[in-house]
């Protein structure tokens, strides 16, 4: 896998994410731990749920996870949605922000799953 090319379909910093984890080969295998975990997907399951604790928890798993990996986008619309979470039942409509969740997930996802 040419994990550099990875980020550079999908928007993310990859000279950051190497400086965080001090190597490709790291940052390549914690992608595909990342991938592997799919907090997203138990993110959107607990959403349908109206789990609003466990979709906030994996929320702020996505972004930590995000931001120590140099997903940029995935970062931006993890922090927002996070926020909203943050206190239980969101006070305001989260569906944009979900759905910009998953769609920076699944760019990341394809990326990587073409790159194999």
Not at 47 to 71: M, P
């Amino acid at each position: 896998m040419d994990i550099k090319k990875c980020y550079e379909t999908f928007g993310g910093d990859y000279n950051d994410a190497v400086s965080r984890l001090m190597s490709a080969e790291r940052v390549e295998r914690f992608v595909r731990k990342f991938i592997e975990l799919d907090d997203c997907g138990k993110m959107l399951a607990a959403l349908e749920q109206d789990d609003y604790k466990t979709a906030f928890l994996k929320a702020h798993d996505l972004k930590g996870t995000s931001s120590n990996l140099g997903f940029t986008d995935l970062y931006r619309s993890s922090f927002e949605l996070c926020e909203a979470l943050r206190n239980g039942k969101p006070q305001v409509d989260i569906t944009d922000m979900v759905k910009q969740v998953a769609t920076d997930c699944g760019r990341i996802k394809q990326a990587v799953s073409q790159a194999d």
